[in-house]
């Protein structure tokens, strides 16, 4: 069993930037393939980022790409995402996902790979 906590969400202007992080706890955090999905009010949970168990994979979705980026301490077991020119469209709760197999056939950006889920953390852009 892995525990997830997020936190470092907050109200942020347009144009700023937030680094969210997510603790872990429980089995060999090293192990495990992360990612960090989204859901905005009335909307399904998308995909945002995701790293492999080394960092040496990393994949992102179109609408952040260039502005966000993931990256992981297996000393602390956490995986940060840090959020840079941010918009209004970014406002959701943020919610990062542990797997502890290799993510396969593209599988990093459904919900439904992660087998552990944190309880999110809210992430406002004013504009």
């Known amino acids: 069993q892995v525990q997830l906590v997020e936190s470092g969400g907050g109200l942020v202007q347009a144009g700023g930037s937030l680094r969210l992080s997510c603790a872990a706890s429980g089995r060999t955090f090293s192990n495990y393939n992360m990612g960090w999905f989204r859901q905005a009010p009335g909307k399904e949970r998308e995909f945002v980022a995701a790293i492999n168990w080394s960092g040496s994979l990393r994949y992102f979705a179109d609408s952040v790409k260039g502005r966000f980026a993931i990256s992981g301490d297996n000393a602390k077991n956490t995986v940060y995402l840090q959020m840079n020119s941010l918009k209004p469209e970014d406002t959701a709760v943020y919610y990062c996902?542990?797997?502890?197999?290799?993510?396969?056939?593209?599988?990093?950006?459904?919900?439904?790979?992660?087998?552990?889920w944190g309880q999110g953390t809210q992430v406002t852009v004013s504009s």
């Open positions: 996902a542990a797997r502890p197999t290799l993510f396969i056939n593209n599988n990093y950006a459904s919900p439904v790979a992660y087998n552990f």
